[in-house]
Each structure stands twice: as structure tokens, then as C-alpha cells.
């Protein structure tokens, strides 16, 4: 499957954003690729970096957009996963939006809230699992790189591949920040073994990385920092070599023998 990661600079302007995810679209339909994956919050810009806080964001607008993307993935034939947020009820959530070609779109809302989130929205209930192409792909947002927790639930549930998705910037450099989030990433795919993908917003100074990492922890592709632009990674399934089936191995004994504790 050929999936493509796209980063742009996010901002409170949703016609600007929208404009930035359709040209990324059509770009990566026209390199054949199959599942493309944008930044958390993309759509809406995220509070308060972006707008000033979800209860100021224009939803009947998102909505519009929403459908947009929807029909954009139909036409493409194309599955697009893209950050953006919802209002139930005067209370919101920070949602990753999965469109599929045949016109559907699925959830995946934000759990691990904390600061600004915390401020902002309330958390999801899905556990973030997808079937793509006969693919197993888990979703995470942002702040739940830091949980491993968040992660082994996704193992448990067989997840080939996981999408990490981020708004993660600052106003000033930060290459520690920068270093330890991919660390985060490298150590999920390790423990896990499976193929994780990570997309970031490109605004300010990129403090995660868009990038993907195999099952073993190598960094295969990465991004410039700061630079709009495409990556394209095209994956398939492997066999699993001798030091992935020992942590697999070792992983499902200590499942078994801590549900008997």
C-alpha cells in the first residue's frame, strides 16, 4: 500500500488549510498513493496555538469542509485521515477523521488530555482501530506517544501499522524536544513491532517529526523540518525477523501471566 504523509503549516483559517489538504490530495492521487494522513487538528487549527480556543472555531464551516474531504476521497479513490474537531452538546473533542472511498468517514477522539487539551476538550472513546486494504492501522494523537499503554492496546489488536498524529511546535528551536518525541516513536514501533507513521504540522518549529519507522526501530524515511511537503512510503507486509518474534513472543508471555497475577 502507498501511503503518502503530508505536512503544511497550520493556521485558525480553515479555507487556507482546506486548500493546503485538497493540493495535497490531488498531488498524492496523482503518485497512486492509496492512504494519505495529515496533522492533528489540520482542518480547525488547534487551540490555542492556532485559534483562540474549540468553543471559537466555526463548525458549520467544518462541516462543509468535512464533506468536502469526504467526496474528495470518494472521487480519488483514496483514504485520508485528517485532525480536526467536534461539538456535542457545548463540550468538543479532538478528533482524527478517517475517510474511506466508499464514502464513509470514521473517528478516532483524543484520550490522553492534558494543559491546553484538558482546557479545550473532552476525551474519546474509541480505542482507534481501522481496517485499510486488509491493513490493521491504529490511530494515536499527539500527547499518547508519551503512554505505552496507548500503544500495547493497539498490539493487542494485531495493529500492523499506527499513524501518529501531531501538532507539535514552537515558537523557538527545540531539537531535545524534537530528538525525544522520535525516540517516542522509535521505542512504539520497537515494542510493538509494527510500522508507525508519523505526521506533523509544519508552523513555528517542528518539535515532532513526519516521518515513518519499521518494526525494528529504523528511521526509513524522514522529512525536512519546517518545509511543506509530500513523503510517500510505500509499505508492505513482511516477515518477521528473528528479534521481532522474541519480543512478540516474550510480549504475549507476559500478557498471559499478568492476567493470572
Known amino acids: 500500500m502507498r501511503i503518502g504523509l503530508y505536512q503544511f503549516p497550520g493556521s ?6 482546506y486548500g493546503h489538504m485538497e493540493k495535497a490530495v490531488l ?3 496523482s503518485q497512486k498513493v ?11 487549527g488547534y487551540p490555542p496555538l492556532e485559534i483562540p480556543s474549540a468553543a471559537g472555531a466555526d463548525y458549520q464551516a467544518e462541516a462543509g469542509y ?5 467526496r474528495l476521497s470518494k472521487d480519488q479513490g483514496m483514504y485520508i485521515a485528517a485532525g480536526s474537531m467536534e461539538e456535542e452538546n457545548g463540550r468538543y473533542r479532538n478528533l482524527m477523521l478517517l475517510f474511506s472511498p466508499d464514502g464513509t468517514v470514521q473517528t478516532y477522539g483524543k484520550r490522553a488530555l ?6 479545550n476538550f473532552i476525551p474519546g472513546a474509541q480505542t482507534g482501530i481501522f481496517q485499510i486494504d486488509g ?3 491504529g490511530i494515536r494523537i499527539c500527547f499518547e506517544v508519551r503512554f505505552p499503554e496507548f500503544f500495547r492496546e493497539l498490539y493487542r489488536k494485531k495493529a500492523e501499522v499506527c499513524l501518529v498524529s501531531f501538532c507539535d511546535s514552537s515558537r523557538e528551536e527545540n531539537t531535545a524536544r524534537y530528538e525525544l518525541i522520535k ?9 510493538n513491532v509494527c510500522t508507525v507513521l508519523s505526521v506533523n504540522n509544519s508552523s513555528f518549529f517542528q518539535t515532532a517529526p513526519t516521518a515513518v519507522f519499521d518494526p525494528n ?14 513523503l510517500i512510503y510505500d509499505y508492505e507486509k513482511g516477515s518477521d525477523t528473528f528479534g521481532m518474534r522474541g519480543r512478540r513472543e516474550i510480549s504475549d508471555e507476559l500478557r498471559r501471566n499478568c492476567s493470572h497475577t
Open 34 to 44: 492509496r492512504f494519505l494522513a495529515f496533522h492533528e487538528c489540520a482542518l480547525t
Open 12 to 17: 485558525g483559517d480553515m479555507e487556507k488549510n
Open 114 to 119: 492534558w494543559g491546553w487539551d484538558r482546557e
Open 27 to 29: 498531488s498524492a492521487a
Open 183 to 191: 525516540a517516542h516513536l522509535r521505542t512504539r514501533a520497537v515494542e
Open 66 to 70: 468535512r464533506e468536502q474531504l469526504r
Open 135 to 137: 491493513i490493521r492501522l
Open 217 to 230: 526501530g529504523a528511521v526509513l524515511q524522514e522529512m525536512d523540518r519546517h518545509k511543506e511537503g509530500l
